[in-house]
């Protein structure tokens, strides 16, 4: 039953930030004027933040890893970009619209992310969104288990 929850807002969640990412795209568009690469920057957009870690859970990640994968991301995603416009000679693509792109993507992530991850902090503080260990033993490895979950 978790494991379908966790799949479901997962997915919810990619679903999310390809929308955002869609927006960014646009927002940046008048400095483009070229659509066809939409498809070709979602790909490597959700490939990148996918690989960096972001769809895992939220529960042990500091608002700092967050912004830092995303940004990685983004700042690795300009460069792997910039190199596909050299090699396949895109020479009507701005440099500035990628960077652009990327980069707005990247402040409307972090600002779902953020937003998430503080709401999901208040819902725990109130007792929802929990679980609960049942823990048997009282040995060197159950307080060190202890430690660790607390």
């Given at each position: 039953?978790?494991?379908?929850?966790?799949?479901?807002?997962?997915?919810?969640?990619?679903?999310?930030?390809?929308?955002?990412?869609?927006?960014?795209?646009?927002?940046?568009?008048?400095?483009?004027?070229y659509?066809?690469?939409?498809?070709?920057?979602?790909?490597?957009?959700?490939?990148?933040?996918?690989?960096?870690?972001?769809?895992?859970?939220?529960?042990?990640?500091?608002?700092?890893?967050?912004?830092?994968?995303?940004?990685?991301?983004?700042?690795?995603?300009?460069?792997?970009?910039?190199s596909?416009?050299y090699?396949?000679?895109?020479?009507?693509?701005?440099?500035?619209?990628?960077?652009?792109?990327?980069?707005?993507?990247?402040?409307?992530?972090?600002?779902?992310?953020?937003?998430?991850?503080?709401?999901?902090?208040?819902?725990?503080?109130?007792?929802?969104?929990?679980?609960?260990?049942?823990?048997?033993?009282?040995?060197?490895?159950?307080?060190?288990?202890?430690?660790?979950?607390?």
């Amino acid at each position: 039953m978790l494991k379908e929850h966790i799949s479901f807002f997962r997915k919810l969640e990619m679903l999310a930030d390809l929308v955002l990412a869609i927006i960014a795209f646009y927002w940046g568009y008048p400095y483009a004027g070229y659509t066809p690469i939409l498809p070709c920057f979602l790909a490597i957009w959700m490939m990148l933040l996918y690989f960096s870690g972001m769809y895992e859970s939220f529960r042990v990640k500091n608002v700092s890893d967050i912004l830092l994968d995303i940004w990685s991301a983004a700042f690795v995603g300009i460069g792997i970009f910039g190199s596909a416009a050299y090699l396949f000679k895109l020479e009507d693509l701005s440099r500035l619209f990628v960077i652009f792109i990327f980069f707005g993507a990247a402040v409307l992530i972090s600002a779902e992310k953020i937003t998430a991850l503080v709401f999901l902090r208040q819902l725990r503080k109130r007792g929802y969104n929990f679980r609960n260990i049942l823990l048997v033993g009282t040995g060197p490895r159950a307080q060190q288990f202890i430690r660790l979950v607390e």
